[in-house]
């Protein structure tokens, strides 16, 4: 078989053309590819797995060290309890395709850029402009039954939420590919939380019979797309473990991986208000989602 000459430089550059992002660190070579989570460190022979282990990212599912040379079996043997895969100068050109070809999903197949999939259009957007308030699946009397305490009185408000729609490609524990997914993230815009929307659970109305109160929002779009990526990435957060063995022991680490940037992609916003009845009493409020009947604390939606 044979060795490729200089693997820091050459390798560097093969991977670098194979889409992975390549830089130096603490005399090695460090690449990284998000679209599949996968990490290769170019390093000389002296260098334990024990000690390279501290550069590969959280988030890496697939790792590999790549050695000028044969490590030894100490070194396999520390690798393998970590979980990683070691290549030398014998073993590199038959796992080099695996390491450089792109993801199956090309760039036509972008969760969001996509020929195949249709555009992210702001949600509702057949409705009739006037038609932007959830309609109310919760009477005042329903309210007091769920409510169940003792309030002077019950008040319909409509809380300003930004709605979008929006597209992941959530990430494989093993680091393959999975399939996009679309969804709907509502920003409330007086708490700045952010919540996952199923579509088709909400129908819009024009207008609320009956007395109710109409907030006014307290931030901007601008200001709300921040906090969707945020909770679309915690949202699709994925849980890997990892289990190593030390001397007698068997530690089983847990590795959070969050969706990246580049498998986001979020649609415009549209404002919409959201209708909760508020039971105001001596003790306190409590705070019925005027859809669904679920309780929430009060607070969370901000001052009366």
Do not use: C
């Not at 590199?92 to 993801?103: I, K, N, Q, R, V």
Request: charged share 25%.
């Amino acid at each position: 078989m044979a060795r490729l000459a200089r693997p820091s430089s050459v390798l560097g550059r093969l991977l670098e053309a194979a889409g992975y992002r390549v830089e130096s660190r603490n005399e090695a070579t460090l690449a990284v590819r998000s679209k599949d989570h996968r990490a290769v460190v170019i390093v000389a022979t002296a260098r334990s797995p024990t000690e390279v282990q501290a550069l590969f990212p959280p988030d890496a599912v697939h790792r590999t060290v790549v050695y000028d040379d044969e490590p030894g079996a100490v070194a396999r043997a520390l690798a393998a309890d970590r979980g990683i895969e070691v290549l030398d100068p014998t073993s590199l050109g038959s796992a080099l395709a695996e390491l450089l070809l792109p993801s199956p999903l090309g760039p036509d197949d972008d969760p969001v850029a996509s020929a195949v999939s249709p555009p992210l259009e702001a949600p509702f957007a057949l409705a009739p402009e006037g038609e932007r308030t959830v309609r109310p699946r919760i009477g005042r009397v329903e309210a007091e039954t769920i409510a169940g305490v003792e309030a002077r009185r019950y008040t319909l408000r409509l809380v300003p939420f930004y709605v979008a729609a929006y597209r992941v490609r959530p990430p494989s524990p093993h680091g393959g590919t999975s399939v996009p997914l679309r969804q709907l993230i509502a920003v409330n815009s007086l708490t700045r939380r952010a919540e996952v929307w199923a579509d088709g659970d909400r129908e819009l109305v024009g207008e609320v019979e009956g007395p109710h109160q109409r907030l006014v929002p307290q931030i901007t779009e601008a200001q709300a797309a921040p906090i969707a990526r945020d909770a679309i990435r915690r949202q699709h957060t994925v849980h890997v473990d990892h289990t190593e063995q030390h001397g007698g022991a068997l530690v089983i680490e847990t590795r959070r991986i969050a969706p990246t940037d580049e498998d986001v992609r979020l649609g415009p916003f549209v404002l919409l208000y959201v209708p909760y009845w508020y039971a105001e009493g001596p003790d306190g409020r409590v705070v019925l989602d005027a859809v669904s009947g679920v309780r929430v604390a009060g607070t969370e939606l901000g001052p009366a």
